[in-house]
């Protein structure tokens, strides 16, 4: 009896340890994202172009580096990966610390965008690993102590702008003070991970077909099962075209925010963090709804609540109006999210759902990268660099095509 409560006990203390890590290590990262970075890129006097450019660069990492990753993780083990994305979350932030042009930031953006690509894919495995049989339990609650990392990022950055600068207007040297925060949280994250992980090393797992070859023939055909089944394929896009409106108001909110309405940096992060918020809150509902009574609806009608408020933005100066509007288009992305993974995992066989879903996850980041480099040109083109609202009507209406593509080519499958 005493050897079961003793085990019970390690358990919680690791798992309450990797929750640690995932909070610091996401609090971090959020706090390098938004709204620092894109007033960051502002401060060099970048046009929106460029601005939006340093926002996808880290995203773009994801895209090419997630799948190697994985596969990685199949080669030398879970738990040494993990460590060599916590450790581009401790060390990598350290660069920005010497960054005094736009060039450096967005080399320094690209290879801080190593943190997720290596980190994410596998981090699940490793709180799964030390969670027992209360598997289900410790994602969620891992799931939700992350995302509360990430939703805090964005305030606490804005907030220590506008501490730091009485004027509105950083310096270089305020966003260097910025960032030694983001390092202080990466180098905590993986300090305790170390502490946490103590003895617990997994090998890497050899034969039944866990081998580097295998691995990348399982992604070929999750990548051949999106291509050809036309309902994976819609159901991806709609993912991927929700995304691309997310990096681009991760992107040109704050830009908006600070330079067009006039807001601080702090009220600037503040309207992020209420559009993650209310993402979090509404998404377990949503997942409820959509499984009781049927995905495609809620998807489709969903797109709708994320391209109405995000066409509205620009018209509004008024920081009551743009929070609602915020929250509105938080509560449209937990639509979109809770149902179409679901929905890809409907659709697709069993034997090569792993692979589609990881496949899935290329195009949710294809998207998120390609918003802040769309709306930046449209912007820059369209908009002359300080009219967003034709540009962010042109993003909604990708949003309203997509839908409608959706509901068309799902039904006549």
Known sequence: MQATNDTSQGMFSAFTGLCTVGFLARASYGLARTPVLALFAASFGVGPEAIGFAVAI??????????????????IGRTRTLFIGLGVFAIVPFAYL???????LVIVRFLHGFAT????????????????SRKAEMLSWFSSVTIIGNLIGAPLGGFLLTWLSADNSPSLFDFHIVYSVVAALGMSSLMIALWVMRGKWDEPRSGNGRTVRSVMEQFRNGVKEI????????????EGVQNLSVGALEA????????????SAFEAGLLWGVQIAVTVVSKPVMGRISDKYGRSKLLFWGMFVCAIPFALIPWFRDLNILLLLSAFF??????????????????????NLGSAMGTFGTIFDVGHASGPLLAGFLIGV???GTDYRIPFAIVASLLVVAAFAFRSGVKSC
């Open 330 to 351: 938080g509560l449209g992305e937990a639509v979109v999210t809770s149902s179409a993974a679901a929905l890809v995992s409907d659709f697709c066989r069993e034997d």
């Open 98 to 104: 010497f960054v005094n042009s736009f060039e450096a």
């Open 117 to 132: 690509a290596v980190y994410g894919p596998v981090v699940m495995a490793v709180v799964i690993g030390v969670a027992g």
């Open 252 to 263: 040109f909110l704050p830009i908006y925010s600070v330079f067009v309405c006039g807001f």
């Open 382 to 384: 369209i908009g002359t």
């Open 58 to 75: 880290s995203t773009v990492t994801g895209i090419f580096f997630k799948m190697p990753a994985g596969v990685l993780s199949d080669v």
């Open 227 to 238: 291509l050809f089944d036309r309902r994976v394929l819609l159901t991806s896009n709609m």
